[in-house]
């Protein structure tokens, strides 16, 4: 892949010393073993937003741990551009991607009603339309940021996203220090 995500199955066989007809055989097609490194790219990022461990109890606090995190690790990872704009026109990755923000907004939607359980977020607004809506506004920033020259610096990236976020949900501005 020369930074474009276009590639050749025959290459990438040929780096991993295996046949071309076993990799064939595993992914189906190119677009199998692509679907393959998003799904993994995805388990990346469910990984790095986990936050397990952490001990804050502020639902604003953990979320902009959360976010800062995510920011990070797209800015980090290489493929990150590729996956979240290029690749996605793809029928097989456009699946796995589907499937993944479905997994991404469920899990927000949770965090956002243990939020209002805990009198820290708005009652009035429903948990799965606030998770569509933060998910998919954080998508499309983190993407265009990432397509960017120059991009905008990681936090002043986080910074302007959570300062949208907690405007909408009425919260307090950034702290100091995500």
Same mark, same amino acid.
């Given at each position: 892949? $020369? ?7 025959? @290459?990438?066989?040929?780096? $991993? ?7 064939? @055989?595993?992914?189906?097609? #190119? ?7 998003? *799904?993994?790219?995805? *388990?990346? !990022? ?10 804050? %109890?502020? /639902? ?5 741990? &959360? ?11 290489? +493929?990150?551009?590729? !996956? ?29 009603? #243990?939020? %209002?359980?805990? *009198? %820290?977020?708005?009652? %009035?607004?429903?948990?799965?339309? +606030? ?8 998508? @499309?920033?983190?993407? @265009? ?13 986080? &910074?302007?996203? /959570?300062? /949208? !976020? ?13």
């Amino acid at each position: 892949m $020369a930074g474009d995500g276009n590639f050749e199955l025959r @290459h990438v066989a040929r780096r $991993a010393g295996v046949s071309v007809g076993l990799t064939y @055989h595993r992914f189906g097609s #190119k677009a199998g073993l692509v679907a393959a490194v998003v *799904d993994r790219f995805y *388990d990346e !990022i469910q990984a790095v937003i986990s936050l397990a461990g952490v001990t804050e %109890q502020d /639902w604003a606090g953990r979320e902009q741990l &959360r976010l800062s995190r995510l920011i990070g690790f797209l800015y980090a990872n290489p +493929l990150a551009g590729i !996956i979240i704009s290029t690749l996605s026109r793809e029928p097989e990755v456009a699946a796995v991607e589907s499937a993944r923000w479905s997994e991404l907004i469920t899990l927000t939607a949770s965090n956002i009603r #243990k939020g %209002q359980q805990r *009198d %820290q977020l708005p009652q %009035q607004y429903e948990a799965e339309i +606030l998770s569509a809506l933060i998910c998919g506004g954080v998508r @499309h920033a983190v993407g @265009h940021a990432l397509a960017a020259s120059p991009r905008p610096g990681q936090g002043e990236l986080t &910074r302007q996203i /959570w300062t /949208w !976020i907690s405007s909408g949900l009425q919260l307090p501005a950034l702290a100091s220090n995500p």
